[in-house]
């Protein structure tokens, strides 16, 4: 038993819903899932959580299901996933000069370049979530993916911080911790995303992963396998369904149904004679909604967030040409 490997449960607070997933390294390196349970989401807006009480509950009922797809799991420690439009990302520069020429560059020096990279001016109310060095140099050789093992006098690196607001980053532990749990770590979702649906090949080829949520859309685009950029656009799924609730003229509830049961994003592929009926409130007749109508709201929403995710290519230099890999999408919203 004590062979196996430890089990790693992931906590993803989300604006629509909170899932939970347990499980550990197989003997062939791949991921066996041990448990998973999800409750809906009262207490978080645009990936932010507002209502602590309201998400603990949710934390605990998403954790009660859990235990029900597997009553043996026990879950003390997680790893929580971060998003929400207070999320941003800057590059950096760090160098070191080394002590011990004479010797190889160790993992110990290059934890102690990613260290002082903590130490980094931002803005006041703001905090350090993750450094990611990006590529390595050592004295004049550039572009070195991982320099242990190299000789050299100087290393440095070029880094992507991502930064969030500390009250929002407190909210999150506090209520992981009153839901009895301890906070790990915290990952940036897009990264989460882009580690589950990725492979190297991707990484490697030039790739962007839009993940459409129901809060915020997270972007991370990778180049030359080296992770270029991330952002948090602060439109998804929810938006969609305001947009049909006010454009339609329905009920919230109606409007998240009709997006999930017949939406689409592509208003020419849509039925144009197909119509939807809704039931009238007290008493009213009931509503003829044309399919035809709800995918063009949904697509212009929809484009809308692809304009964002282009001009953030735009920003780092990279467009759909140089992403040999293309864009990935996932997450609920990718559905349509």
């Known amino acids: 038993?004590?062979?196996?490997?430890?089990?790693?449960?992931?906590?993803?607070?989300?604006t629509t819903k909170i899932a939970v997933i347990a499980g550990r390294k197989n003997e062939y390196g791949k991921l066996e899932i041990l448990g998973f349970g999800k409750a809906n989401s009262n207490g978080v807006k645009h990936g932010q959580?507002?209502?602590?009480?309201?998400?603990?509950?949710?934390?605990?009922?998403?954790?009660?299901?859990?235990?029900?797809?597997?009553?043996?799991?026990?879950v003390k420690?997680?790893?929580?996933?971060?998003?929400?439009?207070?999320?941003?990302?800057l590059q950096t520069r760090g160098d070191i000069v080394r002590q011990t020429t004479d010797e190889e560059i160790t993992q110990k020096e290059i934890d102690q370049l990613i260290e002082d990279q903590y130490k980094t001016?931002?803005?006041?109310?703001?905090?350090?979530?993750?450094?990611?060095?990006?590529?390595?140099?050592?004295?004049?050789?550039?572009?070195i993916p991982n320099p242990i093992g190299y000789g050299g006098v100087k290393i440095g690196a070029n880094f992507h911080i991502i930064t969030g607001d500390k009250n929002a980053i407190k909210n999150i532990n506090r209520s992981v911790e009153k839901a009895g749990l301890y906070t790990k770590d915290l990952v940036l979702q897009?990264?989460?995303s882009s580690s589950a649906v990725m492979g190297q090949e991707d990484l490697e080829a030039g790739v962007a992963i839009v993940d459409i949520g129901g809060g915020?859309?997270?972007?991370?685009?990778?180049?030359?396998?080296?992770?270029?950029?991330?952002?948090v656009i602060?439109?998804?799924?929810?938006?969609?369904?305001?947009?049909?609730?006010?454009?339609?003229?329905?009920l919230k509830t109606q409007a998240e149904q009709m997006k999930v049961q017949f939406g689409s994003?592509?208003?020419n592929e849509a039925k144009a004679n197909a119509y939807i009926t809704i039931p009238g409130l007290r008493g009213m007749p009931a509503k003829e909604i044309s399919v035809k109508n709800l995918a063009n709201i949904i697509q212009a929403r929809m484009s809308e967030i692809m304009d964002f995710v282009t001009y953030h290519l735009k920003q780092v230099g990279l467009d759909n040409r140089m992403l040999n890999g293309g864009i990935i999408l996932t997450g609920g919203g990718s559905q349509l």
């Open 1 to 14: 038993m004590n062979n196996e490997q430890p089990i790693i449960v992931g906590l993803d607070i989300g």
């Open 49 to 74: 959580v507002l209502n602590i009480d309201e998400t603990i509950k949710a934390i605990r009922t998403a954790l009660e299901n859990c235990f029900a797809s597997n009553p043996n799991l026990s």
């Open 77 to 89: 420690e997680v790893y929580v996933g971060i998003a929400g439009h207070h999320i941003k990302s």
């Open 121 to 143: 001016y931002i803005p006041a109310g703001d905090q350090i979530i993750d450094v990611i060095p990006q590529e390595f140099t050592v004295d004049n050789f550039q572009n």
């Open 190 to 192: 897009p990264l989460a």
């Open 216 to 231: 915020t859309t997270d972007l991370a685009v990778f180049y030359e396998g080296i992770l270029k950029h991330t952002a």
């Open 234 to 250: 602060p439109f998804a799924g929810e938006n969609i369904t305001n947009d049909i609730k006010t454009g339609l003229g329905v």
């Open 265 to 267: 994003a592509l208003s």
